[in-house]
């Protein structure tokens, strides 16, 4: 079983982040960029992992890229997080492809995606979002 295969098959109930390098497996059940913002802040290495998650927007796109992650599965995947992944160079597979993703009140669009809309480098994308949230 490959590492985004194993990934995939532990994506299932109240979780939301799956990461997979051999042996060595992450599993949160928190939602959003928390998950990829505290791995970051933490200092775990990340490079070369496969990720399934549930739901995957370009601020989370990014995050996967700063990282190294190195394939991407997403139940639903936003059409910009599509493009940056295409423009990296990282290979993804969905489920549900968007046009945006939406907040969680369903009133407009999610607000770490607005962050992140006009903004085409991983690191400044990650800057922002790390303001936005003050970790």
């Given at each position: 079983?490959t590492d985004?295969?194993k990934?995939?098959?532990?994506?299932?109930?109240?979780?939301?982040?799956?990461l997979?390098?051999?042996?060595?497996?992450?599993i949160?059940?928190?939602?959003?960029?928390?998950p990829?913002?505290?791995?970051?802040?933490?200092?775990?290495n990340l490079?070369?992992f496969?990720?399934a998650?549930?739901i995957v927007g370009?601020?989370?796109?990014?995050l996967?890229?700063?990282v190294?992650?190195?394939?991407?599965f997403a139940?639903?995947?936003s059409e910009?997080a599509l493009?940056?992944?295409?423009r990296e160079?990282?290979?993804?597979?969905?489920?549900?492809?968007t046009?945006?993703i939406?907040?969680r009140?369903k009133?407009?669009?999610?607000?770490m995606?607005?962050i992140?809309?006009n903004?085409?480098?991983?690191?400044?994308?990650y800057q922002?979002?790390?303001?936005?949230?003050?970790?």
């Amino acid at each position: 079983m490959t590492d985004i295969e194993k990934a995939k098959s532990l994506l299932k109930d109240d979780k939301t982040c799956v990461l997979v390098k051999g042996d060595k497996i992450l599993i949160s059940n928190e939602t959003g960029i928390k998950p990829m913002m505290k791995y970051i802040s933490e200092g775990i290495n990340l490079n070369g992992f496969s990720v399934a998650d549930k739901i995957v927007g370009k601020a989370v796109a990014m995050l996967f890229r700063k990282v190294g992650i190195k394939e991407v599965f997403a139940e639903v995947l936003s059409e910009s997080a599509l493009s940056f992944f295409n423009r990296e160079k990282i290979k993804v597979t969905y489920n549900t492809l968007t046009e945006k993703i939406i907040n969680r009140d369903k009133t407009g669009i999610c607000p770490m995606e607005e962050i992140v809309l006009n903004i085409d480098d991983f690191e400044k994308g990650y800057q922002a979002l790390k303001e936005k949230i003050r970790i």
